[in-house]
Every structure is written in structure tokens, then in C-alpha cells.
DNA sequence: CTGAAAGCGCTAACAC
DNA sequence: GTGTTAGCGCTTTCAG
């Protein structure tokens, strides 16, 4: 029995031998130059097929400067939010030929930056960030790539060049107008991750900045170090609670906090909305679900992925854009 | 004002110039290489962060024939399991140096080839697959690359090389064995996404065979063609109780489905357990927080992740390893 | 310990 | 339309 041995490469060379042609012909056939006879490129195709012939990224993107690479740099995986924006992202940059190289930063500016150092060191020919806030470091590497930056989440605040996202400040602030305007006046805030999203502690803000200008100041906040999860938010709400009994409402950093804070409602008798309005941020599948139904400030997380790749596809660089997806209010019945 | 133009990629050859040394020995600082004198090494660092100098990894990689890529193909990204799984490969491969270009097939072979084939230009130093179910045409086109491949979630069936994953079969039996030994007669099932992933059907199908092995044969279950989602569960159980009303349990095919249908049976005064049980699978965080604590068969997806790409790095093409990571059942109330 | 030469596989730029 | 030449930026020989 022959051992498998591992096959040499099939190379360019190789084909273009087979084929009978030179090498850039086959170069030209494999990327669908224009100008190239029927024939050439049938006895090309042909001898590619036989030889099973794929060609090296490597090599083709070394010559040009640029590959068909995409670096994306998120800070997590662990809530829906940002899988669903890669899965934008992907269905854009497969349907045009190009693949997304992943780096997670973990909410750290360090791993950040080391992950934008590796990345780039394939020659993405774009590059989309999470976030307004990137470090000097980022930024000039970026600038020394010269490649087209897209940044997602958020749009308060300054792009290196492109963002996608929207605006947290009017977020938080359309969260305190909401609950006020349907007649609570005592709200509270419930966050998680010790806030390490910056756009996260910016919709607080912004929302304890529009209460307290509508004279309904924020009446008490819990902000708990661990990761936003629904056992998180059931344990953040009891506590604040037991802080501050006279909430009437309560406005969640997410709808995974909320949908734990409604259980825990559930499971102590608390009615919802009467005893207490849940107000959450998201609008993610879950929260319809739920016996009482979530009301939530929806995001389309999806679309910003798409429109952030597309951005990068269709970048000119002499005019970057800044994208406000909005959001919107969720029929729910939790306020 | 000077307009600001595209900076020339700094190369190891302005370091060697500027530190006043050879090409190579700058290439061989850069890769900490052994055998470098102290004195060298200083002037090269020097240099580089004076340049500001990044490796083009493009030209390694041809060179060497090999990158610090590791191709992905995750089907899907639209429940939690995939972007955990992907957590924890991440979380090995940047600690190696490593970083992943990824590819979502959407549970489409076609897609999957189409990935695989348009990752595998990139010449990664692995490969990591979703299910065990590969196309021929995959499986040549890596034995072809000669690289190793780690194929993960299952392991009923036959790996190209190396799987990480639970026997779906054997979490199949389990459920039905736990159910029936708590006493309940009459299971149903429900399913979503009309069974995409193979290894759904798997369970199912050996949910239903241990059923009717132990004379107490599925009485009905429901497979709905839209992705899986509580509101879907919390529809299919519906559904499935109205053509079967005797029902006494139900095992879902997720969490998330059988969330929904916790919160179908909360809002239809349907007792958990006492009128029926729900027995869920993947053991996802939100299930500890309903106020009926759902009960679950867990698996560990971060795990997952970070076993195959550890299997991947510490790759030993002679002995190709198949682990089995297990599963568990959670405490819950809802059985 | 350090360097010189050669070439990875592909593609711009220029011939013809 | 097709081919020739040269070289992308790095690293593997092989010298010294």
C-alpha cells in the first residue's frame, strides 16, 4: 500500500503547462480578465479542472497590496447582538467574493489593539471596528495601511472615517420621554459588564440627563460587574429594589437584564407593568415571547452589519459617511 | 496644505537599512529565531518601532507555505451555540498567535464548499468544521491541502480526521430514559429549521427508538421549517397539543424552543410539570432564570471550541482523535 | 552568530 | 489576444 503522501501544490505553472499557454494567461482566465479568447479559456478551464487546480490567495494578494480579506474586530460573543451583526457583515462580503478574518477583543483596549497589529498584517483591504473609541495606536495603524475603516455601534462621537450605528445619547434620552410620557415618575437603571461598553454608560447618562431635565430625576441605578445575562438582570433588579422600593420603572442596558428582571417579577409576585414598568433595549427575538411581552428600544443589528460592509466595498475615501440606522420602540405590554 | 498621501509600506528591508543590517536578520528578530546576539536584536527593535514597521504576513506565509490562519465554517450565527463555540476557539487561537478567517454556510453544502474552498487559499495551518457530514468534495479538497481538520459538534459518524463533539444519539436515549424513569408515558417532540442540522434528526430519531424500545413510543411531534426561536416554540407546542392532547411531556430540539413554550404554557395555564414537562436541550444561560427553571440536557460549547482548536495546534496527523465531551442534565423545574 | 542568494506563486507592465 | 520580464516581502538554504 502506497503511503498518502502529500501532494505538491498545484501551481499556476502547473496548468499553464497542461493547458499549453503561459503562466498570465492562466493568471488572466482564473480571475476573469477581459480580452481572453474562448479557446484559451476553455483549454484552461479544462486543464485547471484536471489538475484541481485553486489558486493562492497568498501569492495574488502579496503582488497587488490587497487582498480579499476583511478584518473585523468585535469585543464579544456572548449575547446575540454581535453574531448577528458578523452574520450581516459575512452575507455581504461572501456575495462578493471576500471573507472576514475575526478578531475579539474582550472589551479590552490591549487586545484590541494587538488584534488590528495581526489582522492587518494580512493586508485586509478593509477594516471594521466596534466603536467610536479606538485607540491612538488603532488609528494610526489604520492610517499607515491607508485602508478604507468602518465603524459599527455607535455614531456619537468621531469615525476614524465611516460609521454605522446609532446614536445612544438619543437612545437613552427617548427611553426617559417614553416612560415619562406615559406617567411614571420614578425610574431606575439597571446596567451589567461594568459598563465597559462606553455607548452603554452613554445611554445612561443620556437618559439620567433628559429625566432629571423633565424633573423626574433617575432615582437609583445598579450597575453590576458581570456579564449581562437573564439570571444577571433577575439579581441586579432585586437588588435595586430593595435599594430604592418606590421605582415605578426601570430601564434595562438590555433586553437579556430585562427578561430576567421580568422572571424575578414573575416569580415575586410583582405586576408588570402595574407594580413596576420594565423598559428594555434590543428588541431581541426572546422578549416577544414572554408571557407578558417585552416592550423594548429595537436595533437592527443585522442591517448594520450589511450596511457596514457595504460601506467598506463601496468606500471613497475623500467622503466617509456616518450611518444612523435608528431605532425604535417595540409593541410590548412590560410598560 | 499637504495632502495626505498613502505612506509606502514599510518593509523589513528600510529596518535592515536603518538599523544598518541584513534583510534576514531583521526577518529572524521579528521571529525571535534563536542564535540572535543582544546587540542585534536592539538595533532591529529600535528600528522597527522607529518605522513603525508590521510584518507582511502575505509574504511569510507564501514563503513558508503556511499561515497563522485557521479556516472556520460555522453554519449559522443566529442562536447562541455557534458564536460560543467560535468564543472559545478564538480564545486559543489568539493565544497562539493564531487568528480565524471565517466562513457561514448556512447549513448549505454548496455554501460549505464554496467556503472551504474560498478559505483553503489562504493556505491555513487547520481547518474546523461544522458536523461530520462533509461533502466529498470537501473532504478532497483538504486532504488535497494536507492540513489538519478538526471537525466539531458530533461524533456519531465517521471524521475526516479528528472530531470534538457529543454523540447526539446517546443525548437522544438520554432523554428519552430520563423522562420515561420519572414517569411520564406519553412524549412528544419538537423540532425547528425542518431539522437542517442532521444531528437534530439524530436525537430525534434516537429519542424516538429508546422510546418504543422501553414501550412507550412517541406520540407525536412537530418539526417547524422556520429557524428556531421561543416565539416558534412557543407556536409548535401549540400546534402539537392540538393534534395531541394526551401528551404528558415534550423534549425540544433547543432551549430556545422550549423557552417559548414555557412561556405558551404560563400564558395557557398549562401546569410545568404537573400538566406537562419540557425537557430542554443545549442548557443555555436563560433557562436558569424563567421562573420554572427549565430542565436541559447541557452541552459545552465554549469547550468545544477551545478543544478543537487545541486538537488543531497540537495536531498529530498519525493518530487522529475523535473527543467525546458529554453532556449533562441540568436541575431544572420543568420535568 | 550573521549574511548572500534564490525563490515561494502570482500579477502589473510592457512587448508583440 | 497572448507572452516575457520582473518583482511583491519574506524566509529557506548554504556560506562564512
Known amino acids: 500500500m502506497t503511503s498518502p503522501k502529500r501532494t505538491e501544490r498545484v501551481t499556476l505553472k502547473d496548468v499553464a503547462r497542461v493547458a499549453g499557454v503561459s503562466d498570465i ?44 480579506l476583511v478584518a473585523v474586530v468585535v469585543p464579544s460573543m456572548s449575547n446575540e447582538v454581535f453574531p448577528e451583526v458578523l452574520d450581516g457583515i459575512d452575507s455581504v462580503l461572501s456575495a462578493n467574493g471576500l471573507s472576514a478574518v475575526l478578531g475579539i477583543s474582550k472589551y479590552d483596549p490591549d487586545r484590541e489593539v494587538e488584534a488590528v497589529r495581526e489582522l492587518l498584517a494580512w493586508s485586509p483591504m478593509g477594516l471594521i471596528l466596534t466603536g467610536l473609541n479606538a485607540s491612538a495606536a488603532v488609528t494610526r495603524m489604520v492610517e499607515a495601511q491607508g485602508i478604507p475603516v468602518v465603524q459599527i455601534m455607535d455614531t456619537d462621537g468621531t469615525a476614524i472615517q465611516s460609521a454605522v450605528g446609532i446614536s445612544h445619547s438619543a437612545a437613552g434620552a427617548a427611553a426617559a420621554d417614553f416612560l415619562l410620557d406615559r406617567g411614571y415618575g420614578a425610574p431606575g437603571y439597571v446596567g451589567a459588564w461594568g459598563e465597559r461598553p462606553a455607548r452603554s454608560r452613554i445611554r445612561r447618562e443620556a437618559f439620567a440627563a433628559r429625566l432629571a431635565e423633565r424633573g423626574a430625576p433617575l432615582q437609583g441605578y445598579k450597575i453590576l460587574p458581570g456579564q449581562s445575562s437573564a439570571p444577571l438582570g433577575a439579581e441586579a433588579l432585586a437588588s435595586l429594589l430593595s435599594e430604592h422600593p418606590g421605582l415605578d420603572s426601570v430601564f434595562f442596558a438590555n433586553d437579556d437584564l430585562a427578561v430576567g428582571a421580568l422572571f424575578h417579577c414573575m416569580a415575586n409576585g ?12 434590543n428588541g431581541i427575538a426572546i422578549g416577544s415571547a414572554t408571557p407578558t411581552k417585552l416592550t423594548s428600544i429595537s436595533t437592527q443589528r443585522f442591517r448594520m452589519g450589511v450596511e457596514a460592509a457595504k460601506l467598506l466595498i463601496d468606500n471613497d475615501p475623500d467622503s466617509p459617511k456616518t450611518v444612523d440606522l435608528g431605532f425604535s420602540f417595540t409593541d410590548g405590554a412590560s410598560v
Open 25 to 68: 494567461s492562466v493568471s488572466r482566465v482564473m480571475r476573469r480578465a477581459p480580452n481572453i479568447s474562448d479557446g484559451l479559456r476553455d483549454k484552461v478551464i479544462q486543464a485547471a479542472n484536471d489538475l484541481g487546480y485553486t489558486p493562492n490567495r497568498l501569492a495574488g494578494a502579496l503582488k497587488t497590496a490587497n487582498s480579499n
Open 270 to 281: 410583582i405586576r408588570v407593568p402595574q407594580d413596576l414598568a420594565l423598559l428594555g433595549f
